[in-house]
């Protein structure tokens, strides 16, 4: 494998179905996330809600202390506009314990009540992260599952959800999934462009894109296959993920998950 994307790991020929809105999702379309690993709809939050998260997420820049932040290889955030900081962002880590208008986010009753329901029981937020992928290079995130970056016990149900804040395309790096993978057990990740599936390995016939607008949410299972391409475009793709389990989730050595999921998965992050 080299460090080069194959333009044909993210194929796209096939367009996930949207719900308009959470309160569709009745026992049909809960059966249809057992069979499928997701379900994704068009409108979660309000635009004013989106305008909220993205303020919250630009004070944490502002303030890294309140979370863990990573730039872009190529920026330099000195020399970016203050303004917009998060133009020079890859990722944001661990800051709905800092930042009140995140926190609200983790509480909202739409997610909350969505997630109880896929789980199947009281969630209980486990981790929360922002990939941001800003415009002229925002970077890939490789094929993955999300279990193998999470120390919990492997029957533990994890769902999922993926927010938009930004118009979301097949040009700048919206969501992919390989549908029912989730059924196919966990998978051994290597270190390569990320902690990742490996590229031969991709089932790439399988894959279905997920263009949402801003505000419009992917819920996932934790062993779904997943990933997003590089943003080339000079439009901002900007997204925010929060992660559930079942409360009473108890931890599990690292050492169990790399057993499962492969030892160079040590020190890896979401
Ligand atoms: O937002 C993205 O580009 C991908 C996020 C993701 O799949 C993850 O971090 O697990």
């Not at 309160?23 to 809600?49: N, P």
């Not at 506009?81 to 998060?86: F, Y």
């Not at 962002?89 to 009753?109: S, T």
Request: glycine share 8%.
């Amino acid at each position: 494998m080299t460090n080069t994307i194959p333009t044909t790991l993210y194929r796209a020929e096939r367009l996930a179905p949207l719900l308009d809105s959470a309160d569709d999702i009745g026992d049909a379309e809960t059966d249809s996330y057992r069979g499928l690993g997701f379900l994704a709809v068009r409108s979660l939050l309000t635009d004013s809600e989106v305008r909220g998260v993205l303020d919250g997420l630009a004070a944490v820049v502002r303030t890294p202390s309140a979370a863990s932040v990573d730039f872009e290889k190529w920026a330099q955030p000195q020399e970016l506009d203050p303004d917009n900081l998060l133009d020079g962002v890859r990722k944001l880590q661990g800051f709905c314990a800092h930042e009140p208008r995140l926190a609200e986010l983790a509480r909202h009753p739409a997610i909350l009540t969505t997630v109880a329901r896929l789980l199947g029981a009281e969630p209980v937020l486990t981790q929360d992260m922002a990939l941001l992928k800003p415009p002229g290079g925002g970077r890939e995130k490789p094929w993955h599952q999300d279990k193998a970056f999470f120390d919990i016990p492997l029957g533990t149900p994890v769902v999922g959800v993926w927010i938009a804040l930004d118009e979301a395309t097949i040009d700048n790096g919206c969501m992919h999934v390989l549908p029912g993978t989730h059924e196919e057990g966990p998978v051994v990740h290597f270190v390569r462009r990320d902690f990742q599936i490996c590229d031969t390995e991709v089932q790439t016939h399988r894959d279905t894109a997920v263009p949402l607008p801003p505000g419009g949410a992917l819920f996932f299972d934790g062993l779904l296959h997943h990933g997003t391409p590089p943003n080339l475009t000079e439009t901002r793709r900007r997204a925010v993920q929060l992660h559930y389990v079942p409360a009473g989730t108890v931890r599990t050595p690292t050492e169990d998950r790399l057993e499962v999921f492969g030892a160079e998965g040590k020190d890896a992050t979401c």
